[in-house]
């Protein structure tokens, strides 16, 4: 009932830019905090960028200045606006959640949700 969707992935040359969106939908009664994570071939995950519900941010040292998360709390919605990309960006990246999901009337559960998973390449 609930899940992640995720959007923007795709191929992209050194130096250009992405924008990667992720939509929570189902019966949510809140979202705390959403991240972005990317996982490379041969590596493990990583955190990428995190946002709070109130718009604190934090990033890996390796994209400060590059990448800008943003979420929009009305929408459910957490973005990634990805410059500069090289080819270090090249990775699976994973939209995450954390949120209060409604399971029942008066039932609740405090679960991490994850999205699918997408793409993005960086190549000339």
């Known amino acids: 009932q609930v899940e992640l969707v995720e959007s923007g992935g795709g191929l992209v040359q050194p130096g250009g830019s992405l924008r990667l969106s992720c939509a929570a939908s189902?019966?949510?009664?809140?979202?705390?905090?959403m991240n972005w994570y990317r996982q490379a071939p041969g590596n493990q995950r990583e955190l990428v960028a995190g946002?709070?519900?109130?718009?604190?941010?934090n990033y890996v040292d390796s994209v400060k200045g590059r990448f800008a998360i943003s979420r929009d709390n009305a929408k459910n919605t957490v973005y990634l606006q990805m410059n500069s990309l090289g080819l270090g960006d090249t990775a699976v990246y994973y939209c995450?959640?954390?949120?209060?999901?409604?399971?029942?009337?008066?039932?609740?559960?405090?679960?991490?949700?994850w999205g699918q998973g997408t793409l993005v390449t960086v190549s000339s």
């Open positions: 189902g019966s949510i009664f809140s979202i705390n905090a």
């Open positions: 995450n959640a954390e949120a209060t999901v409604r399971l029942g009337t008066g039932h609740y559960r405090h679960l991490e949700l």
């Open positions: 946002i709070t519900r109130a718009g604190s941010t």
